[in-house]
């Protein structure tokens, strides 16, 4: 498969399996709504979803893409910009979560450096700066909760979701979207076999709510799996 071409002098590498699978998963099911956590610099699935909207024409489609710092929000928005993406993508600049369900530092210490994880599970950082270097990731003044102010606008229910955010806050942003959603919905977790998603992955697997449509090691891996909740609202 060739590059994704998103403009002069610029494409993203769609070799990786997890770019394939992203761009089929969406060709395939066409979703009408997307939420995104974790643009970063707006180049890496950001890119790949706003290119896919275009290029198999599922405009009109709402999708946010959610990002907590500041520097990289204007670089990502910067990017977009400049490829001609950003009518296909609303860019939201917070935290994804309530600033109460932030891990405080010893909460950090404790699960990301006193724990022992599983030897082939990737956690960031050398011990002796990960508590510090995890929560200076979300530690900016500015909007929170926009995971959930996203969800609100689309009634909570959302068609696909990625969520992609700092290594200590995968599973923090797992159990908030899944104690929302009120639909089906299609969600994707990228770095499985790492502290951002291990334990959401095993969620995934003990609860009958969920099938796994697609899960791999490559790099840190990634599941895909289908989401249905319970008639409870």
Known sequence: MSPIAVGPGMSVNV???FSKVLREILKENRPKTIIETGTYLGKGTTTVIAV???DFKLDPVRFYSIEVNPNFFRKAYIHLKDQELLNFVYLVHGL???KDQLLSKDEIQKKFVD???PKEIYVDHDKDCRT?????ETNFDVPDGMLLECLKKLNYQVDFVLLDSAGHMGEIEFDVLIETLRGECIIALDDVYHVKHYCSLQKIKKDKRFEILNLSKEKFGFCIAKFTPEERF
Do not use: K, P
């Open 132 to 136: 510090f270097r995890y929560f200076e």
């Open 52 to 54: 896919s909207i275009r």
């Open 115 to 117: 724990m022992d994880w």
């Open 96 to 98: 994804s979560v309530r």
């Open 15 to 17: 070799l990786s399996e």
